[in-house]
């Protein structure tokens, strides 16, 4: 089971607490230019392929898919039962997700939309973003890397800087987000549209929850302007409470 559920119980959001969580998460990460010696990294996430695809940035050579068989899938919750409507949407068997590494079906899906993906590289060992890179590591997949552009969900661009940064010190490291979509409740997970739905404010608060649970636990130590901002967001919180 997750530390954290991907859809935790929110607090009332007033526009103090939206526009400090806005602030915080929904930033540009910044992008490097495609060179021979840079490695562009999915991070897996099937619940969101089609936006996955559109929003990629194509002209990288060299690319690495990152992200084993997901544990939590075997689970009845609310959350394997949206990632389910999600992925077989678009005509996806469920089943895969039991058998293919979530690497495995990333790939599948951008040759399905004729992405030439005979070269990319898949690290299918990975059950978590700190997995993602360590082991990606271990295979040796970062050898002569020196600049490393990450491709994430929207909402965990400033999650996954700090945990690339923890474990590959001594790489330049850029994230890109795309941002989720869910089609068929008309949500989309973004910087102006995030707080409007019950749902994705579940979503996008189980990231707060997350960046502070794991830098409170060393996997990562936040910078500043972030610490400032979970200060300023605790304190905001606290006072709605009173």
């Known amino acids: 089971m997750r530390d954290i559920s991907k859809l935790p119980n929110t607090p009332i959001l007033n526009e103090e607490i939206v526009n400090i969580i806005t602030v915080m998460l929904f930033i540009s990460g910044g992008i490097f230019m495609s060179e021979p010696n840079t490695l562009l990294q999915i991070l897996g996430n099937i619940a969101f392929l089609p936006d996955m695809v559109n929003g990629f940035p194509f002209g990288y050579k060299n690319v690495l898919v990152s992200g084993g068989k997901n544990p939590n899938y075997k689970e009845n919750n609310q959350e394997v039962g949206l990632?389910?409507?999600?992925?077989?949407?678009?005509?996806?068997?469920?089943?895969?997700?039991?058998?293919?590494?979530?690497?495995?079906?990333?790939?599948?899906?951008?040759?399905?939309?004729g992405v030439d993906t005979t070269a990319w590289?898949?690290?299918?060992?990975?059950?978590?973003?700190?997995?993602?890179?360590?082991?990606?590591?271990?295979?040796?997949?970062?050898?002569?890397?020196?600049?490393?552009?990450?491709?994430?969900?929207?909402?965990?661009?400033?999650?996954?800087?700090?945990?690339?940064?923890?474990?590959?010190?001594?790489?330049?490291?850029?994230?890109?987000?795309?941002?989720?979509?869910?089609?068929?409740?008309?949500i989309k997970v973004d910087s102006d549209n995030w707080s409007k739905n019950p749902l994705s404010a579940q979503y996008v608060w189980g990231e707060v929850l997350r960046l502070k649970n794991y830098s409170d636990k060393g996997d990562f130590k936040l910078n500043s302007r972030v610490s400032f901002l979970l200060n300023k967001l605790s304190e905001a919180i606290k006072s709605k409470e009173k």
């Open 83 to 113: 990632v389910k409507m999600l992925y077989t949407s678009t005509g996806n068997d469920w089943n895969d997700v039991f058998v293919k590494s979530e690497a495995e079906i990333i790939k599948s899906e951008f040759d399905k939309k």
């Open 121 to 186: 590289k898949l690290e299918s060992e990975s059950t978590n973003i700190k997995e993602n890179f360590e082991k990606s590591k271990e295979a040796g997949f970062y050898d002569g890397i020196k600049k490393l552009v990450v491709y994430t969900t929207r909402e965990s661009v400033v999650r996954t800087k700090f945990t690339a940064k923890s474990v590959l010190k001594d790489k330049d490291i850029a994230v890109v987000g795309y941002a989720p979509t869910i089609p068929s409740m008309g």
